[in-house]
């Protein structure tokens, strides 16, 4: 009880400091401990109405598009737009203060192996820094880089390089 | 060896339940430990009567001279057709195979015009040292390989090589080899290697092996494998199952181990795999991502890098284990680096000014001097064998591989492919492998070129490859 209590507290605080009145949830979302029956795993097929927290669905269903960010070629920064996607896990990591999560670093396959590596490695920092700044504690978050050994987009384009390059948060079950 | 047992033995007593456990789970992605091919000794070779006067019959100015060189290469002959677990046909039809491996390295390679054993006759064994001199100048080839392969008591071949020069009639150079029957290939190698250096005044490498990442699998869950082989392609061996992804290796300057980096605890992390032991171990206890490994020239270090907090830079390790000491320490990429082959100096690239440039280093870090300024891109610097260039993969729109001096002047593009990247050196610093990357499918491929930039081909792997690494010539 205490920790819903809380969680409300922290949802109250990001928001008025976030200007997130859109982002807000309609209900409140079931709290950390509910059933233990039968929970689904993400990689069951998309049952909306009973992912339950701690789980990936759970995580996609509340934040939406913005589990991942974006990144322009070669670059690591957290854009405007990857601020509002960062600050909406922020918000949501506020209300689950137990989970625990990976930041998954990504780059187009336009460059060298183990440079994008490296790069993968900076982009998750990045991100992982700029949740850290908004409150998420640091110990909760580790990061992954895949360099260029994972793309979403599987086509030689500008189009599918841009998907490529990102910084993915993925619930550690 | 026995300091790095040492040094694993003291890790496991210190923190024996974690590392033990740590240890057998890092061992899960791999096969079975290869059985590594024993020595090759050097056999006493009857020669023919004429002395060998050791000099260059002519001036090798660049690879197109010497690429229009006729050889004859007829089956090796045996002095009597014996069983051998090398070819089920005996000695005899060893023989013969020993000469189409001899043909295929050279015709491949882009050196000479090689005509092998299918379409010559061959010649008896009295006559390996003793050349039908008629029969071959008839035939038109300017060079004639002629050998022998012998089974002795031991079950131990005998392998004899001859190079002659028809026109002159003259015995050029000869040299023979006793290997284990699953040696033989060595020793066609060996015989290719003697050829190859006598007639263009180069160092030798064909008897050398590549390791390199097999991948299998579609462009978003590609299966990527550590594998092994020849030079040519022979003996492959898968090394692990595939089930971590597996990236950039490096083999040791004595073939007994293989560094590079694995998925297998779910990170990446560079691990020392021993070859002969099929296990691995960690380069280095840390929470960070190693990567980039790479050997020094005497295999006593390892050179790593290590993104600590997105921040990645280059370390050092004894090969033992040991304190890492840190070489560079700017805000930005240091990855990547390569030793000279005297180990005194380190090429490496670095986005420190904004973009992936290469640079040098002392190999202490002091001393760390930009030497690319050509406008596009520098990444996966190597250091040539033979130290008078550093091949590099140059990002300018394209992908390519490229050559340049020490200094960063004299830029040669050799390729010209979509995505070209990593090149590795042949042991004699004439060839450049490296992978080909085609746009889309992302299917990828091992290639070769020479310094020319005109011979290149496609390397023929099982599966497609990705970043091979060249070893050094055998002993």
């Given at each position: 009880m205490n920790k819903s209590l809380t969680t409300a507290m922290l949802m109250v605080s990001v928001c008025a400091t976030a200007a997130c009145s859109r982002q807000a949830p309609e209900e409140l979302p079931a709290a950390p401990t509910t059933t233990t029956a039968a929970t689904p795993t993400p990689s069951v097929a998309p049952t909306t109405s009973v992912a339950g927290p701690g789980t990936q669905e759970h995580f996609r269903n509340a934040v939406g598009q913005s589990t991942v960010v974006y990144f322009d070629t070669d670059r690591f920064n957290i854009d405007s737009s990857d601020a509002a996607a960062l600050q909406a896990q922020a918000q949501y990591f506020a209300q689950y203060p137990s989970l625990t999560f990976t930041v998954e670093g990504h780059t187009d396959e336009r460059g060298t192996r183990e440079y994008n590596l490296a790069l993968g490695e900076r982009r998750a920092n990045a991100a992982k820094n700029y949740l850290v700044s908004l409150g998420v504690s640091a110990d909760r978050i580790t990061t992954l880089s895949y360099g260029k050994e994972r793309p979403t987009a599987l086509a030689s384009t500008a189009e599918a390089w841009a998907q490529n390059r990102r910084a993915a948060s993925v619930l550690i079950n | 060896m026995k300091s790095t047992m040492k040094f694993s033995r003291l890790a496991i007593a210190l923190v024996s339940a974690s590392i033990s456990y740590s240890a057998l789970a890092q061992n899960t992605d791999l096969g079975e430990p290869v059985a590594e091919g024993g020595d090759v000794e050097a056999a006493d070779?009857?020669?023919?009567?004429?002395?060998?006067?050791?000099?260059?019959?002519?001036?090798?100015?660049?690879?197109?001279?010497?690429?229009?060189?006729?050889?004859?290469?007829?089956?090796?002959?045996?002095?009597?057709?014996?069983?051998?677990?090398?070819?089920?046909?005996?000695?005899?039809?060893?023989?013969?195979?020993?000469?189409?491996?001899?043909?295929?390295?050279?015709?491949?390679?882009?050196?000479?015009?090689?005509?092998?054993?299918?379409?010559?006759?061959?010649?008896?064994?009295?006559?390996?040292?003793?050349?039908?001199?008629?029969?071959?100048?008839?035939?038109?080839?300017?060079?004639?390989?002629?050998?022998?392969?012998?089974?002795?008591?031991?079950?131990?071949?005998?392998?004899?090589?001859?190079?002659?020069?028809?026109?002159?009639?003259?015995?050029?150079?000869?040299?023979?080899?006793?290997?284990?029957?699953?040696?033989?290939?060595?020793?066609?190698?060996?015989?290719?290697?003697?050829?190859?250096?006598?007639?263009?005044?180069?160092?030798?490498?064909?008897?050398?092996?590549?390791?390199?990442?097999?991948?299998?699998?579609?462009?978003?869950?590609?299966?990527?494998?550590?594998?092994?082989?020849?030079?040519?392609?022979?003996?492959?061996?898968?090394?692990?199952?595939?089930?971590?992804?597996?990236?950039?290796?490096?083999?040791?300057?004595?073939?007994?181990?293989?560094?590079?980096?694995?998925?297998?605890?779910?990170?990446?992390?560079?691990?020392?795999?021993?070859?002969?032991?099929?296990?691995?171990?960690?380069?280095?206890?840390?929470?960070?991502?190693?990567?980039?490994?790479?050997?020094?020239?005497?295999?006593?270090?390892?050179?790593?890098?290590?993104?600590?907090?997105?921040?990645?830079?280059?370390?050092?390790?004894?090969?033992?284990?040991?304190?890492?000491?840190?070489?560079?320490?700017?805000?930005?990429?240091?990855?990547?680096?390569?030793?000279?082959?005297?180990?005194?100096?380190?090429?490496?690239?670095?986005?420190?000014?904004?973009?992936?440039?290469?640079?040098?280093?002392?190999?202490?870090?002091?001393?760390?001097?930009?030497?690319?300024?050509?406008?596009?891109?520098?990444?996966?610097?190597?250091?040539?064998?033979?130290?008078?260039?550093?091949?590099?993969?140059?990002?300018?729109?394209?992908?390519?591989?490229?050559?340049?001096?020490?200094?960063?002047?004299?830029?040669?593009?050799?390729?010209?492919?979509w995505q070209d990247e990593a090149p590795t050196w042949a042991p004699n610093g004439r060839i450049i492998q490296f992978f080909r990357t085609s746009r889309n499918s992302g299917k990828s491929n091992l290639w070769q070129v020479d310094l020319t930039g005109q011979n290149e081909r496609r390397l023929p792997t099982p599966v497609d490859a990705s970043d091979p690494a060249w070893g050094p010539i055998r002993p």
């Open positions: - | 070779v009857a020669g023919s009567d004429e002395e060998d006067d050791g000099g260059l019959v002519f001036t090798v100015t660049d690879d197109t001279d010497y690429s229009d060189v006729g050889i004859a290469i007829p089956a090796f002959a045996t002095d009597r057709d014996q069983p051998t677990p090398a070819n089920s046909g005996g000695t005899g039809a060893l023989g013969q195979e020993v000469a189409r491996v001899i043909t295929a390295n050279l015709r491949n390679n882009g050196l000479f015009k090689p005509t092998g054993p299918d379409s010559l006759p061959s010649p008896r064994f009295q006559q390996i040292t003793a050349p039908s001199w008629s029969t071959w100048g008839s035939r038109g080839a300017e060079m004639l390989v002629q050998g022998y392969v012998t089974a002795r008591a031991d079950g131990k071949l005998v392998v004899g090589c001859y190079l002659y020069d028809v026109a002159l009639q003259d015995e050029l150079i000869r040299d023979g080899w006793v290997v284990r029957p699953a040696d033989w290939r060595r020793a066609a190698h060996k015989c290719s290697d003697l050829i190859y250096a006598r007639l263009t005044g180069e160092s030798p490498f064909f008897d050398s092996r590549i390791a390199y990442i097999a991948e299998t699998g579609p462009k978003d869950n590609r299966v990527k494998r550590l594998a092994v082989m020849d030079s040519d392609g022979a003996n492959h061996r898968f090394l692990t199952l595939g089930s971590a992804t597996a990236l950039t290796p490096r083999y040791s300057p004595d073939y007994s181990k293989i560094l590079y980096l694995s998925y297998v605890d779910g990170n990446p992390r560079i691990y020392v795999y021993d070859i002969g032991r099929g296990s691995q171990t960690l380069v280095t206890e840390n929470k960070s991502p190693t990567l980039a490994p790479r050997w020094s020239p005497d295999g006593q270090h390892i050179l790593f890098s290590m993104a600590v907090n997105g921040n990645t830079d280059i370390y050092r390790v004894p090969v033992t284990g040991g304190r890492i000491t840190r070489l560079t320490d700017t805000p930005g990429i240091d990855i990547g680096g390569s030793y000279s082959p005297d180990g005194s100096k380190i090429v490496f690239e670095s986005d420190r000014s904004g973009t992936q440039q290469c640079y040098v280093m002392n190999a202490d870090g002091s001393n760390q001097r930009r030497i690319t300024f050509f406008g596009g891109r520098c990444a996966t610097p190597e250091w040539s064998p033979r130290g008078d260039q550093i091949a590099f993969t140059r990002i300018a729109g394209d992908f390519n591989v490229a050559v340049m001096s020490p200094n960063g002047r004299n830029l040669r593009v050799l390729t010209n492919g």
